[in-house]
C-alpha cells in the first residue's frame, strides 16, 4: 500500500523551530516530486515548499517561509523533511506532506500531486 505518513507537528511558541518528517512507502519515491502544502484555520490550502527528485532535485518555496523553511531528503529518496525555524502565528496550519507520481518537474501547484498524507498540526502561540 503506497502512503505518506507525516509527523513532527506539536504546540510551540513564536519564535521556535520545529522539524516535520514524511516517509513514504509502498513503492520508491526517488524520482517524484515531494512538496509541503498547509492549511490553516478558516483558510485555504496553500503551499509551502517542494522538492524535486533525483540526488540535485529543484527546491521551491512560498514567498512567506524563503529564508525561514528548509525542505529536504534523505539518500533513498523516501523521507522528506521540512525544518521550520522563526515560526509565527500564522504558520498555524495542518501540513500535509505530497508526492507527484505522472510529474517530473517539481510544482507548486496541489493539483500535480497524486498522493497525499494525512497532516499533521503545527500551532503556534504568540
Known amino acids: 500500500q503506497v502512503r505518506l505518513v507525516e509527523s513532527g507537528g506539536g504546540l510551540v511558541q513564536a519564535g521556535a523551530s520545529l522539524r516535520l518528517s514524511c516517509a513514504a512507502s509502498?513503492?520508491?519515491?526517488?524520482?517524484?516530486?515531494m512538496g509541503w502544502f498547509r492549511q490553516g484555520p478558516g483558510k485555504e490550502r496553500e503551499f509551502v515548499a517542494a522538492i524535486g527528485g533525483g540526488a540535485n532535485g529543484r527546491i521551491i518555496y512560498a514567498d512567506s517561509v524563503k529564508g525561514r523553511f528548509t525542505i529536504s531528503r534523505d539518500n533513498n529518496g523516501n523521507t522528506v523533511y521540512l525544518q521550520m525555524n522563526s515560526l509565527k502565528s500564522e504558520d498555524t496550519a495542518v501540513y500535509h506532506c505530497?508526492?507527484?507520481?505522472?510529474?517530473?518537474?517539481?510544482?507548486?501547484?496541489?493539483?500535480?500531486?497524486?498522493?497525499w498524507g494525512q497532516g499533521t498540526q503545527v500551532t503556534v502561540s504568540s
Open positions: 509502498g513503492r520508491t519515491f526517488r524520482w517524484s516530486p
Open positions: 505530497a508526492a507527484g507520481s505522472y510529474v517530473t518537474v517539481v510544482t507548486s501547484n496541489p493539483d500535480q500531486y497524486d498522493l
